[in-house]
Structures are given as structure tokens and as C-alpha cells.
């Protein structure tokens, strides 16, 4: 899901569809003191590849507040999914 969140934004970026990202992606359960805090930690290149013509185009800035908003709807959606018996729940969410 983080993947795919950080592939719509850097697509909308570029203003294209047809760009991949490198990314490392891992989910850390635990603060440094050993307390549950589940998160994620994120190495994302500053670029992305456009297959067609084989280029690597660079970015120097992404918007954190459009991540932040990528990120809720691809949690909405999950939830949508996983949760299809909770629908009124993410009708009030997304109201």
C-alpha cells in the first residue's frame, strides 16, 4: 500500500501514469525504548523511471500535505475492503 501511495503522488508529479519508482519499504513495530509503535521506514530514490523512452527524470521536492492525502485514501480504500460490513464508519470519514 505505501508503494502504490508513493507511486500516485510521484505520478501526479510528473503528470504521467507511466513512471516507475525505487523504493525501499519496511514496517518497524517497535519504538527504540520496546514499545509498540507500529510504522513505516522509507528510502525513496529522488527520481523516477520512464520506461518508453528510458529516461530517469529527477525531483528535488514532494508535497507532504498531497502524501498525507494519498495516504488516506489508499487507507479508505483498504478499509473499504477489508471491512465491508463497517461501510457506514468510512461514509462518516470520508463525509
Request: charge should be positive; aromatic fraction near 14%.
Amino acid at each position: 500500500m505505501a508503494k502504490a501511495c508513493l507511486s500516485k503522488l510521484i505520478q501526479a508529479h510528473f503528470k504521467s501514469d507511466a513512471c516507475e519508482i525505487a523504493a525501499i519499504i519496511f514496517i518497524h513495530t517497535h519504538s527504540c525504548n520496546g514499545n509498540y509503535n507500529p510504522h513505516l521506514h522509507v528510502i525513496l530514490a529522488e527520481g523516477a523511471f520512464f520506461p518508453s523512452n528510458q529516461d530517469w527524470k529527477w525531483f528535488q521536492y514532494l508535497s507532504l500535505s498531497q502524501l498525507r492525502l494519498f495516504w488516506q485514501k489508499h487507507l479508505l480504500k483498504l478499509m473499504e475492503i477489508e471491512f465491508p460490513a463497517r461501510q457506514y464508519v468510512i461514509n462518516l470519514s470520508c463525509a
